[in-house]
């Protein structure tokens, strides 16, 4: 089994200078059109799942999916990870149903919603630090707040990072790796005018920091996805994404961890709406679910190509949980 600790799938990337994207997932075609990506393109994977997606499984199925995903794809290292945790049980119960990673977003308050000072989030972060870390399992946590708001998870405000907190976070919570907020967000609607995001804070950042940097709000919302869905449709203007080439230079500028789940859905909705406009007669989900598969598969193996994740599956020998546990406790 390659399920590996999120840790060393990024401090590898963060050697040799790539990105990994860490794709959201809430059903099994989304799981395999992202494994079957990995395999074509021999690339680590981070597979998440938001308290939304488990709730939406009921938990217990979803993580068996990923466990699927990890026993079907032994030779690819693959992260399971908890997206936005908003509290300590929220990570208990990840770690719980097997996942190797999990985020506490103390940006936010425990709703998820209300923005929060620096002294909660460093509390529920260092709450989960201690505990996760006694499991071998990684630690990814937010300073600065996204803007956006994705089925309740949000704010609607953005407060770009300030450098230096970041740098005093890592150091009061021993987090394994930082997402920072320069001016992306989540949805499908993240710039009204000009695509701009805050390269110098990540710099600043970069600089003072040694751990991981997480990029959340990721997806590029290609306009060939929303042209498809309006045409077969549905109702998507203004819709507007970061740019790849943005993403990149956040690559080379020290960004390992890409955050990507509009991009899935835009890719699957898009197909759907396509089979059902032209071939209203369907109505076995595996006609529309399977090509919605396909598409998905394409679309994430392009990213791993654009990410430079592409190649990197056999870099490395897998760590264990265990082997995490005795570096943490040392
Ligand atoms: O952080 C936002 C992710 O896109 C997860 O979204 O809470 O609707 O599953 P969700
Ligand atoms: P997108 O909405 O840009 O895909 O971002 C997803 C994300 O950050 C999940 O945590
Ligand atoms: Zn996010």
């Known amino acids: ?39 074509e393109t021999q690339s680590p994977v981070i597979i998440q799942a938001s308290r939304g997606a488990l709730k939406y499984s009921n938990f217990t199925y979803l993580g068996y999916l990923m466990k699927a995903a990890v026993i079907e794809n032994p030779t690819i290292p693959v992260a399971m990870h908890l997206d936005h945790g908003n509290s300590l049980d929220s990570a208990k119960k990840a770690i719980d149903l097997g996942f190797s990673s999990v985020m506490i977003d103390g940006s936010l308050k425990e709703d998820g919603k209300t923005p929060s000072d620096y002294e909660y989030n460093v509390n529920v972060t260092r709450s989960v630090v201690e505990y996760a870390h006694k499991y071998g399992v ?18 609607g405000s953005a407060h770009i990072t300030d450098p230096k907190e970041a740098e005093k976070f890592v150091k009061d919570t021993g987090v394994d790796a930082l997402a920072i907020a320069i001016g992306t967000s989540h949805g499908a609607y993240k710039f009204k005018g000009a695509k701009v995001l805050a390269f110098d804070v990540l710099e600043e950042v970069r600089k003072l920091i040694d751990i991981p940097i997480v990029l959340h709000g990721a997806s590029s919302v290609p306009k060939e996805l929303i042209d498809a869905v309006n045409k077969y449709g549905g109702k998507m203007p203004g819709a507007e994404g970061v740019p790849m080439e943005h ?10 961890k890409i955050n990507v789940d509009t991009d899935g ?62 570096l943490y406790n040392k």
């Open 247 to 256: 993403l990149q230079k956040a690559i080379k500028l020290g960004v390992q």
């Open 265 to 326: 859905r835009l890719a699957m909705t898009a197909t759907i709406r396509k089979v059902f406009t032209e071939t209203p007669e369907k109505f076995d989900p595996r006609d529309y679910l399977g090509p919605a598969r396909t598409a998905l598969q394409g679309l994430i193996a392009s990213k791993m190509k654009a990410f430079g994740t592409a190649g990197h599956a056999g870099d490395y020998a897998p760590l264990t949980l265990e082997d995490m546990k005795k």
């Open 138 to 155: 990684t630690v990814e946590a937010e300073i600065g707040r996204l803007g956006g708001i994705e089925d309740g998870v949000g704010s």
């Open 1 to 39: 089994m390659a399920l590996v600790p999120m840790k060393q799938i990024l401090e590898e990337a963060k050697k040799k200078g790539y990105g990994v994207g860490a794709y959201n997932v809430n059903n099994m075609e989304q799981i395999q059109a992202i494994m079957a990506a990995a395999q």
